[in-house]
């Protein structure tokens, strides 16, 4: 089973609360999921292997680190992922971005395909997937088990919120995905959305209902 970890950090946490704020609005919403998304982007590469390299400072030359091997992959599900990519982008501005597109229908829930482009060599690269809500996992699901099919060995799953069924259903599908999340909601309402989640994700990003 994968690990689930939830990002803690107080500035997370403030601004979350401002995100699912009802009253805030499309230029506010897209500014703070911005800087949530460069937070999270710090605290998810916590893990990154280093190499040791011989640098030359003004002074002498020393032994000093870098990250190891190549940069990672972001893959945002459209389209409400790609509010986050630019704050993860800000830290790590070499990481290729691939992109799912994929949309839940309204009335069965299930995610339906219709955009795929993928850096060529996904299979030597962490895959970050992020999409800000992780409802039923329906559309997580579907977007890993498209890049596994294309060769993608290792992957993250990063969201803003999270219900019980969605961290579920990832997890049973997919136990070698870790998932990191702000927040934990308590269920789906009968539309699938997520109580009290935020809302349409892509709607307040975007503007558009
Ligand atoms: C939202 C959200 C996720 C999905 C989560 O996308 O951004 O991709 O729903 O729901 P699930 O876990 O039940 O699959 P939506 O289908 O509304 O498309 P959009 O991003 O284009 O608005
Ligand atoms: N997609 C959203 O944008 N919000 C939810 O609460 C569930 C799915």
Known sequence: MGNLYIFDHPLIQHKLTYIRDKQ??????????????????YEITRDLPLQEVEVETP????KSKVIAGKKLGLIPILR??????????????SAKVGHVGLYRDPETLQPVEYYLKLPSDIQDRVLIVIDPMLATGGSAEAAITALKKRGARQMKLMCL????EGIEKVRAEHPDVD?????????????????????????????TK
Do not use: N, W
């Open 24 to 41: 805030t609005g499309t230029k506010e919403f897209r500014e703070l999921v911005d800087e949530v998304s460069l937070l999270m982007a």
């Open 59 to 62: 002074v002498t030359t020393c």
């Open 80 to 93: 409400a992922g790609i509010g986050m990519v630019d704050g993860f982008l800000s830290l790590i501005p």
């Open 161 to 164: 919120i999270a219900a019980p």
């Open 179 to 207: 998932i990191y999340v702000a927040a934990i909601d308590q269920q789906l309402d009968e539309h699938g959305y997520i109580v009290p989640g935020l809302g349409d994700a892509g709607d307040r990003l975007f503007g």
